[in-house]
């Protein structure tokens, strides 16, 4: 079964790069999703990555993937506080819809 | 192009009673997606609307129900209330063709007393 594993939460100050990081169990060919949530809003989603790519970087946003230890990571550079969020880690098999979510790392930024 | 909207934003109902929430995609999406969202149980999906038709279903009781409209406007339903169905209701809706990229709307918030 489908399984998806994040830290709890992280605490940074401002300007620093933060670190987040899953663990996926799913080995069929997947797709991985990083959203943001922000209190009493939904998601947003930040960026994705198919299981074949190693590495995408998008702005302040990058993501490497680890396809033998099934660990993906977002790195967020020049944390703002504006970053403070819950972040979610998500899978999907490239056939179906339904995304399979972590329990979400939430994330402090202190001035 | 608008976002994903969902009405009403929040709602109290006592048990027993039901409830409909909505859901309109952005334009163009034809697939809606719904969650629900617990601070012990994170985010669960219950069902896929794609068409007018169900398109998979997770895995919750039949109290849980949705439709599609030919304008790809989605409904779901929670019959016969309980306290454990208050929780954050989310829809994702994407163009169908592709579910790379789901876009969620800000959620319902149902509260059960």
């Known amino acids: 079964g489908e399984d998806v594993e994040q830290s709890l939460f992280l605490s940074v100050r401002e300007g620093d790069s933060s670190v987040i990081n899953c663990t996926y169990t799913?080995?069929?060919?997947?797709?991985l999703y990083w959203y943001k949530q922000e209190p009493g809003a939904g998601l947003q989603l930040l960026t994705y990555?198919?299981?074949?790519?190693d590495m995408k970087q998008d702005q302040r946003l990058t993501v490497l993937l680890n396809k033998k230890d099934k660990h993906l990571s977002l790195r967020i550079a020049d944390t703002q506080t504006g970053d403070s969020a819950i972040y979610f880690c998500?899978?999907?098999?490239?056939?179906?819809?339904?995304?399979?979510f972590g329990k979400g790392t939430m994330l402090l930024v202190s001035p | 192009k608008a976002g994903v909207t969902q009405t009403p934003r929040y709602l109290i109902k006592t048990r027993g009673q039901q409830v409909t929430l909505s859901c309109s995609p952005i334009s163009g999406h034809r697939s809606v997606s719904w969650y629900q969202q617990t601070p012990g149980q994170g985010l669960q999906f219950l069902f896929e609307?794609?068409?007018?038709?169900?398109?998979n279903k997770g895995n919750f009781p039949g109290r849980f129900s949705g439709r599609q409209f030919s304008n790809s406007r989605s409904e779901m339903n929670v019959s016969t209330l309980e306290l454990g169905d208050s929780a954050l209701y989310l829809c994702a809706t994407s163009s169908g063709d592709s579910y790379n990229e789901q876009f969620f709307g800000p959620g319902t918030r149902l509260t059960v007393l």
């Open positions: 609307y794609f068409s007018e038709t169900q398109r």
């Open positions: 799913d080995s069929s060919s997947t797709y």
């Open positions: 998500a899978e999907r098999d490239s056939g179906y819809s339904t995304l399979t």
């Open positions: 990555i198919f299981s074949n790519m």
